[in-house]
């Protein structure tokens, strides 16, 4: 099926350095959604955006929607441990289908 | 609500057997979806049921993959007969009309020796 990319796959980073993912489609998006999921655990929906050039900040996260509404992106601050894990987003097209998760991102950050 | 509850959490069973894994989706919900996650292809979407009505199981693998819905509180994924290349960790999730926010199971671990 279709799927939104997102990268990178990996990324790894000292605490209190910044992190970014990006999500990127070559279909315009009607929404997206951002999960985190804990190694171990299970996805767990942090936020959607849904205007063009939308931006949510939630603590030390950052999440945009771009103007085209083809791509998105999840800056955190300041990285601190408990970041750790994957993050993926997820959309449905403007066509109405539902567009698979992906791989997301894997965070480790180290103290 | 105690949000969207799967059984087994783990299952260990040999290859060529029957699985049947369960999922009881947030009471109201509307749509059901059932995912697989493994490290080398991420989380795929399998099948979604929209009012207990599969709208799209392309996804689904091969035969061998079944979903069904009974009823509003209860959908059953089974595999039949199970291969080693079945283990990986298989969550549901369920939202409501209008939302697109989807709320995961916990997840059961397959592992297929």
């Known amino acids: 099926g279709q799927q939104v990319m997102q990268i990178p796959q990996y990324q790894h980073v000292q605490e209190g350095e910044d992190f970014t993912t990006y999500c990127n489609s070559s279909?315009?998006?009607?929404?997206i959604q951002w999960y985190k999921q804990r190694p171990g655990g299970h996805p767990v929906f942090l936020i959607q955006?849904?205007?063009?050039?939308e931006v949510k900040k939630q603590k030390r996260l950052t999440f945009q929607f771009g103007e085209a509404k083809k791509n998105s992106s999840l800056h955190i601050t300041a990285t601190q441990t408990t970041d750790v894990g994957t993050y993926f987003c997820?959309?449905?097209?403007?066509?109405?289908?539902?567009?698979?998760f992906g791989k997301g991102t894997s965070l480790l950050v180290t103290p | 609500d105690a949000g969207v509850i799967q059984s087994p959490r783990h299952e260990v069973t040999e290859m060529g057997q029957e699985v049947t894994l369960r999922c009881k989706p947030i009471s109201g919900h509307d749509y059901l979806f059932w995912y697989r996650q493994t490290m080398m292809r991420g989380l795929e979407l399998l099948i979604y049921?929209?009012?207990?009505?599969?709208?799209?199981d392309s996804g689904m693998p091969e035969d061998r993959f079944s979903a069904k819905m009974p009823n509003a509180s209860f959908s059953t994924l089974k595999i039949q007969p199970s291969e080693p290349r079945d283990s990986a960790v298989y969550f549901c999730?369920?939202?409501?009309?209008?939302?697109?926010?989807?709320?995961f199971g916990p997840g059961t671990r397959l592992t297929v020796l």
């Open positions: 997820d959309s449905n097209s403007n066509s109405g289908y539902a567009l698979n």
């Open positions: 999730a369920s939202n409501s009309i209008g939302s697109d926010t989807q709320y």
């Open positions: 955006l849904v205007k063009s050039g």
């Open positions: 279909t315009t998006l009607s929404n």
């Open positions: 049921f929209n009012n207990n009505v599969p709208i799209d």
